[in-house]
């Protein structure tokens, strides 16, 4: 019987949204993402800015929908028809992002996330790495576009 000593290993496992804007793979916490809409619900606006697309009706409260690819400086052309509706715990207001397709969820290791390393990716919280041949998956941070949205967008 001896001194042999069992560390217990603890992974923190995380749950993320995974989706698709243009041609990068960009994930969510999943319980930042509240809903998920279809563009068709947009109404579109011609105030607020360059940032915000439109606005949804979501349970008789008016939301922003925010332009993800301008925010995120994305230059490729293409459509975002998905709207996810977003809020952080404890806070009582949400957005809307744009998004071209919502491709699932998955558990993943927070030790496979790493922060970023240029200070240009404000809307970025890290990046989530695999070694099984998978593309990056860039974590946005939703306390940041919930700032640009109470920030940036012209109120009328």
Do not use: H, W
């Amino acid at each position: 019987k001896g001194n042999c000593r069992i560390e217990k290993y603890r992974m923190e496992l995380i749950k993320i949204l995974i989706f698709r804007i243009r041609n990068r793979d960009f994930a969510l916490v999943s319980k930042n993402v509240k809903e998920i809409l279809d563009y068709s619900t947009l109404i579109t606006t011609f105030y607020g800015g360059r940032g915000l697309k439109g606005i949804i009706n979501l349970g008789g409260d008016p939301v922003s929908v925010l332009d993800t690819p301008f925010i995120l400086d994305m230059k490729e052309e293409g459509d975002d028809p998905v709207i996810l509706f977003c809020r952080e715990k404890g806070v009582e207001k949400g957005i809307g992002i744009t998004v071209s397709e919502v491709k699932g969820m998955e558990l993943v290791d927070s030790s496979m996330m790493v922060s970023p390393q240029e200070r240009d990716e404000i809307y970025i919280s890290g990046f989530i790495r695999e070694d099984e041949g998978r593309k990056e998956i860039t974590l946005l941070d939703l306390k940041k576009f919930l700032d640009y949205a109470d920030t940036k967008i012209v109120r009328m």
